[in-house]
């Protein structure tokens, strides 16, 4: 079973450009959410999808992050524009819905604003 | 309060040890203890998990510890290897799905 995947690994960008992040979700994990790790801090959560509706995206840091799910299998995070602030890992995690809280996480995407 | 906390920040044991690392937890709602490993360029992996109806649970070499009323839970690595040098999250949540994480200890298992 091929686990969840990010695409990029890596993105340099500078201040004020877009990035779009991807995860595909382990095939058949209705759950998936965003997490980010800024340096030297807790990873935190973003917000949380059940097929393709978000069920709390109470984590999101402000109106420049946009996530969509297209017809419930991957995702996608959009910043725009990025700021210094918004550098860090982002994570990806899918669990199924009958064990919603064993959460596969992704490899992450580490994201550098310049 | 939705903080969990963990201590320590860095840990190096020598092979055949059994690493520690501790974890306090505020919100009393929580009702699953999950720890994660972390290797460096990957994605943290589920370890193990506990919920506060057991007070301990062993999967091979791992071991949650778990206090409820201290609002502390714990995981141990016995006979440690090199192999186990990772970071280690812990993390809790409740039903509303999302996880609160500690910040992670980065252990070294020395040969």
């Known amino acids: 079973e091929a686990g969840v995947t990010q695409f990029p690994s890596h993105s340099v960008i500078e201040k004020g450009q877009t990035v779009t992040l991807r995860c595909d979700p382990i095939?058949?994990?209705?759950?998936l959410y965003w997490y980010r790790r800024v340096m030297g801090k807790e990873i935190k959560f973003l917000l949380h999808f059940v097929k393709e509706s978000k069920q709390d995206e109470s984590g999101m840091p402000n109106n420049r992050f946009l996530a969509e799910r297209t017809g419930g299998t991957y995702s996608t995070l959009k910043v725009q524009p990025a700021e210094l602030e918004d550098s860090g890992v982002y994570f990806c995690a899918s669990s199924p819905l009958a064990r919603h809280y064993e959460q596969y996480f992704g490899p992450g995407t580490r994201l550098t604003v310049t | 309060q939705q903080q969990v906390k963990k201590s320590p920040q860095s840990l190096i044991v020598q092979k055949g040890g059994i690493p520690i690392i501790n974890c306090a937890y505020e919100?009393?709602?929580?009702?699953?203890f999950p720890w994660y490993q972390q290797f460096p360029g990957k994605g943290p992996a589920l370890l193990i998990a506990?919920?506060?109806?057991?007070s301990e649970k062993k999967e091979g070499r791992f071991t949650i510890s778990f206090n409820k009323s201290a609002k502390q839970f714990s995981l141990h690595i016995m006979d440690s290897q090199p192999g186990d040098s990772a970071t280690y999250f812990c993390a809790a949540s409740w039903s509303s799905y999302q996880l609160t994480f500690g910040k992670g200890t980065k252990l070294s298992v020395i040969p």
């Open positions: 095939s058949g994990h209705d759950n």
């Open positions: 919100n009393t709602a929580f009702d699953y």
């Open positions: 506990i919920r506060p109806d057991v």
